[in-house]
């Protein structure tokens, strides 16, 4: 099985850097993603970690640590476009994404 | 191209029905999985069909059973419809079971009343 702990809400107002974090416990692990979904709409990707360390895409960065089972997003610049669920997704081989339960982030002017 | 096309959008079933969606996987794409979402929560899993054969199965009753077809296309079923089933059925697709970005349908909202 998989245990999958993120903060349920988070605030933050924009230009500011939020980090959202995301701890596991999955066996067989095989990666992590890291998932943004709009209110009403699908999530899409934003990232995807393998080896520990940080991966930077633009405003968007994630950073994964194996042997802790520790994840985090961090978002920089923040944008009120950015008021999303972001959602934690550790990949065990040969099975498909399960997902933590979210953190909301709300992002204010 | 075309994403992941899910039907119908919207559903709206009584107590005790049967319903069935369906999700058509990006071209190419021969892995399918379909997740429940209820409002404030994550994508819970239901089942992962890869080459028409089932890949995997989430904690969910008897009740939901799906299946893929030749084409990849896939189909949920869910029997004996319960309130708790109200929620947005997401369906998924990816290239293959390994770890490669899954993209996502629009979801079919159903209600259960």
């Known amino acids: 099985g998989q245990n999958i702990d993120q903060p349920t809400e988070m605030t933050a107002t924009e230009g500011a850097i939020v980090q959202i974090n995301c701890t596991y416990q999955t066996s067989g692990f095989n990666g992590l993603f890291w998932y943004q979904q709009h209110a009403g709409e699908a999530p899409t990707f934003l990232s995807y970690n393998v080896l520990d360390g940080l991966e930077e895409k633009g405003r968007f960065s994630s950073f994964l640590s194996r042997s802790k089972g520790y994840s985090y997003l961090l978002l920089k610049e923040l944008q009120m476009k950015d008021s999303a669920s972001y959602l934690c997704?550790?990949?065990?081989?040969?099975?498909?994404?399960?997902f933590g339960k979210g953190t909301t982030l709300s992002v204010s002017s | 191209d075309a994403g992941v096309t899910q039907s119908p959008t919207h559903l709206i079933k009584t107590r005790g029905q049967h319903v069935t969606l369906r999700c058509s996987p990006i071209s190419g794409h021969k892995s399918v999985s379909w997740y429940q979402q209820v409002l404030g929560q994550g994508p819970q899993f239901i089942f992962q069909y890869y080459e028409k054969e089932e890949r995997g199965r989430g904690n969910f009753p008897d009740r939901f059973s799906a299946r893929q077809f030749p084409n990849y296309s896939s189909e949920l079923n869910v029997n004996a419809l319960l309130l708790g089933d109200s929620a947005l059925y997401l369906c998924?697709?990816?290239?293959?079971?390994?770890?490669?970005?899954?993209?996502f349908g629009q979801g079919t909202r159903l209600t259960v009343v």
């Open positions: 997704a550790p990949k065990k081989a040969g099975t498909a994404l399960i």
């Open positions: 998924a697709s990816s290239s293959a079971t390994g770890p490669t970005e899954a993209f």
